[in-house]
């Protein structure tokens, strides 16, 4: 079985033998060969690391990963060159040597700067900063400011418990949830811990994301339990109940980081604070969007560019459809001025021309209108994206919707746009990658996003001046990682929909 396993990955990797020598049971036989030289070879890559470089925790895990590395560039060359397995497809074998070098490299190259030569104290020094931004930091580790972090725990709080909840309506095995978000959080809570360079009290946020991560195995368990009793239709209602309450969560994040004045007025009110510079000095004022900083902004804004984009993208994609030329031609009109400009001039347009066109826009924070133009931006490219599935919807389907008594708006909205998501959902997708990593923009305008002060983090103190890699490459992964989750969100949706085969449109 193991022998099977391992003739079944060197193949897919570098083709099938050609040789009259590796055939049959010589095959498996010229294999352990290759693993013996490859064992080698790596033993002696693994030796010269600890030699060179002592022995310590890290130094231990990249002499491993140099291990495991060279272990597959040689195994994967030396199978190739006793098995002949270029003769059969030279594409194939040159394909899959070159891979495996080129991960060799990587591990080898990135590996001894990450763990050997970085020093990451400038990252873990200013944590805090390039989460949360200035502001928020002071809340946290100084005492002449009313400590505003308990508007960003409602929000992760929210945002667990609903995410937690959305998984448990999948009806896949728990542990394919709780093991990767146990590991999430547990790297999380390990950020906060981290005594390298600490200037806050590490265990409020610990115990608050432990009470997070219970919070969210509450959620899970009670939506999971909920749809294995109930029939598909109830667990496709708590879907949609959830989805709302995703969009609710945003404009909830936007208005308890700064309230209304009313509010805040009627929260003085109760506490019996007098003056409106006492309100701002107390729990009860907000933290305005000049203060906001670090990964919350690219989060805020991103969420904006998805949520408030999808929103305005369906209503896009609807009037260029239309036939009533007063819904037409503004729809076409505005998707095809804002997508004939780069983004970054519409951000420059919003900062310097917005307030001089329309009054209410005069005193707006930069960053709210940022949220405005990355919905705008993002909308009509889910428009257009929109527009594509919207044709491709089957004219029987409408006909039936009719002919069942439907009004021509819920034949919209409950029969062509279900059906338009679905075929176009990984361009969709696609399009919020692109506003996630558009946020990077955003530095440009000078405002303090996650990019701008990883970019700066050295200039925070004296011994830091040099160490201007290790943050970017912090942002870089913290990007792909986003990224790479909405991707893979991506696909468990269209799996759930029978996308990923053939003929998955009629499934569908």
Known sequence: MIEGKILEIEESIIGKSSSPWAQGSNNSTFSYIAIGISWIFSYWAFVNIIM??????????????????????????TASILKLTFRKNLYTALLGIISSWIIYLVVSGFGHFALIDADWEVVWANRVLVIVGQLMTESLT????????????????????????????????????LIPFTVFCGILTYIAWNPTAINYNSDEPVMKLIGATILSYITFGLSYYYCSINEEYKANKLRSYLALSSVFVFFFAVFIMNPPEAVQE????????????????????GVEASQWGGIFVNLIVATAGCVLGFGVGVVLAFGRQSDLPFFKYPSVALIETVRSGPLICWLYFAVFL????????????????????????GGCYIAEVLRGGLQAVDSGQKEAALALGLSPMQTKLQVELPNAVRTTLPSIVSVFIGLWKDTTLLFII?????????????NTSPGYLGDFLEPLYVTALVFWIFAFYLSRISMRIEKGLGLTNEGGGEAA
């Not at 990249?62 to 590395?69: N, Q």
């Not at 505003?148 to 998984?167: D, E, G, H, K, P």
């Not at 707006?364 to 940022?370: A, G, P, S, V």
């Not at 000078?446 to 050295?458: T, Y």
């Open 142 to 177: 100084q005492s002449y400011l009313p400590n505003q972090s308990w508007r960003l725990w409602s929000v992760l709080y929210l945002t667990f418990a609903i995410i937690s909840a959305a998984y448990g309506t999948t009806g896949e095995k728990p542990y394919k949830f």
């Open 52 to 77: 060179d470089e002592g022995i310590s925790i890290k130094v231990i895990i990249f002499a491993i990963s140099v291990f495991l590395a060279t272990f597959l560039a040689v195994y994967m060359t």
């Open 354 to 377: 917005l307030p001089d066109i329309i009054d209410p826009f005069m005193d707006l924070e930069d960053i709210m209108r940022m949220l405005l133009i990355f919905g705008l931006f």
């Open 446 to 458: 000078n405002i303090l996003d996650f990019f701008k002060l990883a970019k700066d983090l050295p």
């Open 266 to 285: 009627l929260c003085a009110d109760v506490f019996g604070i007098s003056s409106s510079e006492n309100i701002q000095l107390t729990r009860c004022g």
